[in-house]
């Protein structure tokens, strides 16, 4: 059992940095844009997420100026190509070009080591291990540079392997991204990493991060027609349990 969890999906999020008093500098952003006085400087907690509450989610501009640093990693290449969608946003990713990938690791999802079967999947990594290592030796023996064969021999890397990445997102686009991929429908590798941001962020900032998640816990409700899961008693559950977690 032991061997097999190394092969099985297992996201770690951690945050690292974040704007300093998050719902203060919102709410100070908020008084230029709604109060008469303009901005106001001197804010307490409990003032700035009374504040913050009035504030649509909509508004988003408001909300960016509250910026989030997340390190994560125990997730494959499959999911970080889903993440790097979320376009504002910076990222930082461990890289096949400059670092040697003979010994990588891979994740892939219960369903697919139990239909598989252990023992096919480790027998099909350890062929991909060989066939990069003889691409880097082949590099070697014309003088290639072993950057380029980095370069070229990721190629022969399976969407399963193992990568870390750095990323940092503002509320704003927070917002979207907590929409979108803690969704049920989402793929359940960045879903659990969404519920784990989320779990982090609201931590910090609760007042800034309520009433924000899918659609189906909203005042919106599911807008994936007939597509959508009819569970959103369960989806409203979890955030609910998310938030309870960090009280």
């Known amino acids: 059992m032991k061997k097999e969890r190394e092969i099985l999906i297992n996201p770690k999020v951690v945050l690292l940095n974040h704007t300093k008093n998050p719902e203060i500098v919102v709410a ?18 409990e003032k700035a997420r009374e504040f913050i509450k009035r504030v649509p989610k909509k508004h988003k501009s408001v909300f960016e100026h509250a910026v989030f ?14 993440l790097v969608r979320h376009r504002i946003a910076s ?4 890289s096949q070009r ?18 598989m079967g252990e023992s096919w999947v480790r027998d ?20 290639i540079t072993r950057e380029e064969a980095n370069q070229d021999a990721r190629y022969i890397l399976p969407n ?5 990445i750095y990323m940092t997102m503002n509320a704003g686009s927070l917002f979207n991204f907590f929409n979108l991929r803690m969704c049920n429908r989402a793929q359940y590798e960045i879903r659990n990493v969404a519920k784990q941001m989320y779990s982090l962020v609201y931590d910090i900032a609760p007042s800034i991060f309520e009433n924000v998640g899918p659609d189906c816990t909203t005042k919106i409700g599911c807008q994936e027609g007939a597509k959508g899961c009819n569970l ?3 989806v409203v559950e979890e955030l609910n349990n998310l938030r309870r977690l960090n009280k």
């Open 69 to 82: 640093s997340f390190y994560i990693e125990g997730i494959s290449r499959a999911c970080s190509h889903e």
């Open 124 to 143: 099909k990594l350890e062929y991909l291990k060989r066939a990069y290592q003889e691409v880097l030796e082949k590099y070697e023996r014309k003088r």
């Open 91 to 94: 990222y930082s990713q461990r």
């Open 160 to 164: 399963a392997t193992e990568t870390k």
């Open 28 to 45: 100070q952003a908020g008084s230029l844009c709604y109060s008469p006085e303009g901005l106001r400087k001197n804010w307490t907690l």
């Open 232 to 234: 959103a008693k369960k």
């Open 98 to 115: 400059y670092i040697n990938e003979k010994d990588f690791s891979a994740h892939f999802p219960e369903r697919f080591i139990e239909i």
